[in-house]
């Protein structure tokens, strides 16, 4: 049995935060009156993707309707069906649209991670709950040797990778690294951290990010896990390593 699958299966059992395992479990029994019926997931979400992945997705946490009904990240919900039509584009992703857990979808060279398991109230994790899910991500982390860059969605994917660094001992101080569209910083372990507005409704139906942008984003990421060299980055400022 692969490292991955017992990482996934101990994810799936957790109880840890009972805020959350409340929360999700009630949304699995109300429902959604578009999905009555769906036989929701409503437990933790584990990763998915491809294991020598040399691009890593960081984002928040499932959503109500969708991954906490489905059972696998960004699958059944609005960012999901605004985010893989661009990994489809940009050669992640072996289709355009992601329904459920079985309608095929393969990723190539990419992996999709968020920094909390359960879907949270309001999406907003309580710190405590970023922080019980961290024992997961760490591993998680560790066992995907071949990333070189991690796309963060989203200012709190962009804070749960820099505190995966400090607790590894690899980071000091946060505050050099800003939480920008775009912007991109070699860290320490060596790889290079591509931040990006989280490709939720709010951000999409308003035009803060649009597909070009994101599409731009995931062409960079390629670009990056090829060289990890050549293209420019933002300098921390002063240096924080």
Not at 96 to 103: A, F, I, L, N, V
Not at 114 to 134: G, I
Not at 173 to 201: C, E, Q, T
Request: positive net charge.
């Amino acid at each position: 049995m692969s490292w991955l699958t017992i990482l996934n299966r101990e994810v799936v059992a957790c109880t840890r935060c009972p805020r959350l395992v409340a929360y999700r479990e009630e949304i699995a029994r109300e429902k959604k009156r578009a999905y009555r019926e769906w036989e929701y997931w409503g437990k933790p979400v584990p990763g998915f993707g491809d294991v020598h992945a040399r691009v890593l997705i960081m984002g928040l946490a499932p959503g109500a309707h969708g991954s906490n009904r489905t059972g696998r990240p960004f699958t059944g919900d609005s960012s999901g069906k605004f985010m893989y039509p661009v990994l489809y584009e940009t050669g992640f992703a072996s289709q355009p649209t992601s329904e459920s857990r079985d309608d095929g979808m393969k990723l190539t060279d990419l992996y999709i991670t968020a920094a909390v398991r359960c879907a949270p109230p309001d999406n907003k994790p309580l710190p405590q709950e970023l922080a019980e899910c961290s024992h997961f991500l760490d591993r998680e982390l560790a066992g995907l040797e071949d990333v070189k860059v991690v796309v963060a969605l989203g200012k709190i994917g962009f804070d749960a990778y820099l505190n995966y660094l400090q607790r590894r001992g690899m980071l000091t101080v946060k505050k050099a690294y800003i939480f920008k569209h775009g912007v991109s910083y070699r860290m320490a372990d060596g790889k290079v951290v591509l931040a990006s507005y989280h490709p939720s409704n709010q951000n999409t139906a308003t035009g803060k990010l649009t597909r070009e942008m994101f599409v731009k984003i995931f062409k960079q990421a390629a670009k990056l896990a090829d060289t990890n060299s050549e293209a420019p980055l933002e300098p921390a400022n002063p240096p924080s390593l």
